[in-house]
């Protein structure tokens, strides 16, 4: 039997957030264009945060207003609040709102300004709205699998969040390494323990970051648990603008590197993914983090040398 995942690019928003040079609202265009030439049809293009907290995302209703609309794509947008969904909601161009809620009460009051209950009500609030209106809402368990603050994160909270979140039946439920601190046997026994609570109603997520080089090495776990949805960013730019040290995602080129070589299908382009972090390099004036934009894809014989 084939395998089979999705795969969500997330380079125009958690690849762009923490960077401290700041893209044009038509280089975020472009780079969207790149992700869809390659053959993405899932994209989280922006957030609806606070310009000052997060500089990077000023532009957010003007990136929804350039979207090309062609009926074959899910645009997804973040949103930490209330009032960050009704902007989503406002450009009438997007077609997910993507939920975060904090596994631990310090790192959400850094990063949203609420602890978990107040994130989990905010959450179901929005969920159970978007779902009255038809509109697609997902949900992110963000440090999932540790806090720059709190340190660990049992599975149990794991559980005990999704389990209140799938009350308001989100299409989809995440869980984020949003430090990337977490090893595959995390994700095994995470995932794991949301498949037996949750059954297979609510397809599942996994965000990682490669902060501490076992990035890949989740990803393939949560391919063998089952995950649906892996997201990755072109060049393997991104982190948290609120998590100390917390460096960028998985590279998409990376990671489709690993499922092709796996014969897992995914309906992404390998090469297209390397010529857009060589471009993206460029755009950002430095290199970016993506192995595959070193050393390229699976060698050719006669490009094989000894040693």
């Known amino acids: 039997m084939t395998v089979c995942v999705s795969l969500m690019e997330v380079s125009p ?4 957030q923490n960077e401290p040079e700041l893209l044009s609202t038509e280089e975020k265009l472009t780079l969207i264009h790149r992700a869809l030439d390659a053959g993405y049809r899932r994209i989280e293009v922006t957030s609806f945060v606070h310009p000052v907290r997060v500089p990077q995302m000023a532009d957010a209703e003007s990136v929804c207003r350039g979207l090309p609309q062609r009926g074959d794509v899910t645009y997804t947008g973040l949103v930490l609040n209330r009032r960050g969904y009704d902007r989503l909601l406002a450009t009438e161009m997007l077609d997910e709102a993507g939920l975060v809620v904090p596994a631990t009460d310090a790192f959400g009051e850094r990063n949203q300004g609420m602890d978990v209950e107040s994130g989990i009500a905010m959450a179901c609030e929005v969920l159970r709205d978007a ?6 809402a997902q949900a992110t368990i963000a440090v999932a699998f540790g806090c720059p603050f709190e340190g660990e994160v049992t ?13 308001e039946a989100p299409v989809e439920i995440a869980l984020a390494d949003t430090i990337g601190v977490g090893v595959p046997s995390q994700i095994r026994d995470a995932f794991g323990a949301l498949r ?9 997520r996994a965000h990682f970051h490669d902060t501490r080089n076992t990035g890949i090495a989740n990803a393939y776990m949560a391919v063998e648990m089952g995950v649906e949805t892996l997201d990755a960013s072109i060049g393997g730019i991104g982190g948290c ?3 100390p040290n917390a460096t960028g995602n998985i590279a998409s080129e ?19 993914l390397i010529d857009s972090a060589e471009w993206l390099q460029t755009v950002l004036g430095k ?21």
């Not at 050393?295 to 000894?306: C, T």
């Open 13 to 16: 928003r958690d690849g762009l």
């Open 131 to 136: 779902r009255l209106r038809g509109f697609r």
């Open 155 to 167: 599975v149990q909270r794991l559980v005990d969040i999704a389990c209140a979140l799938a009350e």
């Open 196 to 204: 037996e609570t949750l059954g297979d109603d609510i397809p599942l």
């Open 241 to 243: 603008p609120f998590a």
């Open 254 to 272: 990376d990671l489709v590197y690993m499922l092709n070589r796996m014969g897992v299908s995914h309906q992404v382009d390998l090469e297209s």
């Open 287 to 307: 290199p970016v983090p993506s192995a595959l934009l070193k050393a390229g894809g699976f060698p050719a014989v006669e490009d094989v040398g000894a040693g």
